[in-house]
T-cell receptor
Framework: DSGVTQTPKHLITATGQRVTLRCSPR?????VYWYQQSLDQGLQFLIQ???????AKGNILERFSAQQFPDLHSELNLSSLELGDSALYFC????????????FGPGTRLTVL | AQSVSQHNHHVILSEAASLELGCNYS??????LFWYVQYPGQHLQLLLK??????LVKGIKGFEAEFIKSKFSFNLRKPSVQWSDTAEYFC??????????FGAGTRLFVKA
């Protein structure tokens, strides 16, 4: 158990819908990262927040957005969902902004039908 | 742009065989280096990391990795693999900025 929690564990929805994935970092960690893992694309970095502010952006689609709240939990919002958005979405946290190790959550498996 | 290359996408070994997974990165400055492992159905977890000092780093479960600066490499090794080492292995590099770049991963299958 890494100390990072993610909800829900599984999510099944239809194309065109919008979903919100939730992540709570380890106690004391200020950075939160979001990743998408699919069979064809591998592990893709989406976005990073540090203490409520966006700090780095990766291959995140415009239909996706995220935020980190004052209590440091983070949400990833995925809208206008397409079949290709089906994937495992991991959240990770770390103590500082960058450079140190990341602790990964168990992931949310999103299935878009 | 900075990148991380893992040359082997799939590796199949028999138990007790030796393992070496390659990782190369493209960046000329100071780096922090990581190997993560993802067991089937689980999340990524840290195997080992290198920040500075001895370039030969020992991690959990008998894994080690060697940082060779001149070759921009951080290869993962294990002298004798076990069936339980079946997993996907990710090399990751941080160049001091906000982003850590992950390689595409190497899927290791160990035959019992």
């Amino acid at each position: 158990d890494s100390g990072v929690t993610q909800t829900p564990k599984h999510l099944i929805t239809a194309t065109g819908q919008r979903v919100t994935l939730r992540c709570s970092p380890r106690s004391g960690d200020l950075s939160v990262y979001w990743y998408q893992q699919s069979l064809d694309q591998g592990l893709q970095f989406l976005i990073q927040y540090y203490n409520g502010e966006e700090r780095a952006k990766g291959n995140i689609l415009e239909r996706f957005s995220a935020q980190q709240f004052p209590d440091l939990h983070s949400e990833l919002n995925l809208s206008s969902l397409e079949l290709g958005d089906s994937a495992l979405y991991f959240c990770a946290s770390s103590r500082r902004v960058g450079g140190n190790e990341q602790f990964f959550g168990p992931g949310t498996r999103l299935t878009v039908l | 742009a900075q990148s991380v290359s893992q040359h082997n996408h799939h590796v199949i070994l028999s138990e007790a065989a030796s393992l070496e997974l390659g990782c190369n990165y493209s960046y000329g400055g100071t780096v922090n280096l990581f190997w993560y492992v993802q067991y089937p159905g689980q999340h990524l977890q840290l195997l080992l990391k290198y920040f500075s000092g001895d370039p030969l780093v020992k991690g959990i479960k008998g894994f080690e990795a060697e940082f060779i600066k001149s070759k921009f490499s951080f290869n993962l090794r294990k002298p004798s693999v076990q069936w339980s080492d079946t997993a996907e292995y990710f090399c990751a590099v941080n160049t001091g900025g906000f982003k850590t770049i992950f390689g595409a991963g190497t899927r290791l299958f160990v035959k019992a």
